[in-house]
């Protein structure tokens, strides 16, 4: 229908139509382009490429590990969020900040925790299981996984004696 358009104007308007409708095709492109780039998210890396570093105190360093040049700063944001994965088994474990005790949630959930150079040490909690403590990086996404040991008191009765009688 554009094409029988066209071709009963003049050549020379048909051109700057063209070239119009080109235009407005790579502009449309562009701005959809753009808006994808900033709408991805990162993928949360897999457990195995985080594991060595969230079992760690932060003054360990491990053996093989690739130093950066002198001069590179890894770049830090307050404000940006870094999403760390938390999941164990059994599921519904609290998790805690241990720095100011305070819940962030339970299992299987994603943390949000500001950017930082330094890790977080956080407590992973279920009732007749054995707590667990596990540093993680502040600076990327990460990807954590626990599997709770029991505790060996959890099948042990309650028992409560009253002082003064036998």
């Known amino acids: 229908m554009i094409c029988f358009a066209l071709m009963s104007e003049n050549p020379a308007r048909v051109g700057r139509k063209s070239w119009t409708i080109i235009g ?11 808006a994808a780039a ?3 998210k990162r993928p949360i890396p897999s457990t195995s490429e985080t594991a060595s570093s969230l079992h760690r105190p932060p003054d ?6 690739v130093k950066p040049s002198p001069n590179a700063q890894p770049s830090v944001d307050p404000n940006f969020l ?3 994965g938390i999941d164990t088994t059994p599921p519904g474990a609290r ?8 819940p962030l949630g ?4 994603s943390i949000e925790l500001p950017q930082s150079k330094d890790p977080v040490l956080l407590r992973i909690e279920l009732e007749g299981f054995i707590p667990e403590t596990r540093w993680v990086s502040a600076l990327e ?6 599997v709770l040991k029991e505790s ?13 009688r036998k």
């Not at 407005?24 to 753009?34: D, F, P, Q, R, S």
């Not at 360990?60 to 590990?65: D, H, M, Q, R, T």
């Not at 998790?95 to 305070?102: G, I, K, L």
């Not at 339970?106 to 959930?109: F, G, I, L």
């Open 24 to 34: 407005g095709a790579l502009a449309l492109a562009a701005v959809t382009g753009i």
């Open 38 to 40: 900033l709408l991805h």
């Open 60 to 65: 360990v360093k491990p053996s093989a590990e």
């Open 82 to 84: 870094v999403l760390v």
């Open 95 to 102: 998790v805690v900040r241990v720095a100011d005790e305070v």
């Open 106 to 109: 339970r299992t299987p959930d």
């Open 141 to 146: 996404d990460s990807v954590l996984s626990i």
């Open 152 to 164: 060996p008191n959890k099948h042990a009765p309650a028992t409560k004696t009253l002082k003064g």
